[in-house]
């Protein structure tokens, strides 16, 4: 008898399963945060929006970016919201083109492939280390690119996982490549080498923080340019490491600034 309807049975369980998505949909819709519907286009790439904000977090902070063409690069200390502002572009991207809502005042931009690179881990069990998967990711990025569909791409701390020369020489040449191509780019990085030798083509944002005796302020606020401080030896500060070691990290790192 299943043999028989199975074609009937197999409807049922499409429909269902639709009607199921589209309950979640109208449940978070009515529910959830405050959103608005998208404006998309077949033509970029581009992606503009004010006041985008993440909607997975109790009190986000909202920040408006326009990009043409090629993308951007943001560079910003440890905890200044760089990857929580990408995980912003692309979910807004996503929700967007697949629910028609979005989280911002306004959202415009093209129907993008849509893929990332974040939280990246090594997978010593398959023999393979951070920056080999990276690596992977990156190279199916290269690999997805079309003429006619535009790309997003969202990438946390490019190459990190190799040393300061070959990383920011790779980072750069990668960035300049997708440049040529149908793709937006949105890269975080704490290498302002990277944002130095890609700025001819690429938009300059940071965030940046306050760090007071006892604590470090936030505000989350995408502003132009590059950042012009760092927090990784204050943070450590902050967390009790013994006064000699903060010390003499910073005789070393400003003697290497130096010979810079």
Same mark, same amino acid.
């Given at each position: 008898?299943?043999?028989?309807?199975?074609?009937? =049975?197999?409807?049922?369980?499409?429909?269902?399963?639709?009607?199921?998505?589209?309950?979640?949909?109208?449940?978070?819709?009515?529910?959830?945060?405050?959103?608005? &519907?998208?404006?998309?286009?077949?033509? %970029?790439?581009?992606?503009? /929006?004010?006041? =985008?904000?993440?909607?997975?977090?109790?009190?986000?902070?909202?920040?408006?970016? #326009?990009?043409? #063409? *090629?993308?951007?690069?943001?560079?910003?200390?440890?905890?200044?919201?760089?990857?929580?502002?990408?995980?912003?572009?692309?979910?807004?991207?996503?929700?967007?083109? *697949?629910?028609?809502?979005?989280?911002?005042?306004?959202?415009?931009?093209?129907?993008?492939?849509?893929?990332?690179?974040?939280?990246?881990?090594?997978?010593?069990?398959? %023999?393979?280390?951070?920056? =080999?998967?990276?690596?992977?990711?990156? $190279? +199916?990025?290269?690999?997805?690119?079309?003429?006619?569909?535009?790309? =997003?791409? $969202?990438?946390?701390?490019?190459?990190?996982? *190799?040393?300061?020369?070959?990383?920011? #020489?790779? @980072?750069?040449?990668?960035?300049?490549?997708?440049?040529?191509?149908?793709?937006?780019?949105?890269? /975080?990085?704490?290498?302002?080498?990277? @944002? +130095?030798?890609?700025?001819?083509?690429?938009?300059?944002?940071?965030?940046?923080?306050?760090?007071?005796?006892?604590?470090? &302020?936030?505000?989350?606020?995408?502003?132009?340019?590059?950042?012009?401080?760092?927090? @990784?030896?204050?943070?450590? +500060?902050?967390?009790?490491?013994?006064?000699?070691?903060?010390? %003499? /990290?910073?005789?070393?790192?400003?003697?290497?600034?130096?010979? +810079?």
């Amino acid at each position: 008898e299943v043999t028989k309807k199975k074609e009937n =049975l197999q409807r049922i369980f499409i429909l269902l399963g639709e009607l199921d998505a589209l309950i979640s949909l109208a449940s978070f819709r009515e529910g959830g945060p405050a959103w608005q &519907e998208p404006s998309l286009a077949k033509r %970029g790439p581009y992606f503009r /929006a004010v006041n =985008l904000y993440y909607p997975f977090i109790k009190e986000p902070i909202p920040n408006s970016i #326009s990009l043409e #063409s *090629t993308g951007a690069i943001i560079t910003g200390s440890n905890m200044s919201g760089k990857s929580t502002f990408l995980r912003t572009v692309a979910t807004n991207a996503l929700f967007a083109q *697949t629910a028609c809502m979005c989280f911002a005042d306004s959202y415009e931009g093209s129907f993008f492939k849509i893929m990332s690179s974040i939280n990246k881990t090594d997978e010593p069990g398959k %023999g393979k280390s951070y920056f =080999l998967v990276e690596g992977e990711g990156l $190279v +199916k990025m290269v690999e997805t690119l079309d003429d006619e569909i535009p790309s =997003l791409f $969202v990438i946390d701390e490019i190459f990190r996982g *190799t040393n300061f020369v070959e990383r920011v #020489s790779a @980072a750069t040449e990668f960035l300049l490549y997708l440049a040529q191509k149908n793709a937006l780019v949105a890269v /975080a990085s704490h290498d302002l080498e990277i @944002a +130095k030798l890609s700025s001819d083509l690429y938009q300059l944002f940071y965030f940046s923080e306050k760090v007071g005796e006892k604590e470090i &302020e936030f505000d989350y606020q995408l502003k132009s340019g590059t950042v012009r401080t760092s927090n @990784a030896l204050k943070i450590l +500060k902050h967390l009790g490491f013994p006064g000699e070691i903060i010390e %003499g /990290a910073n005789q070393r790192a400003q003697k290497i600034i130096n010979e +810079k």
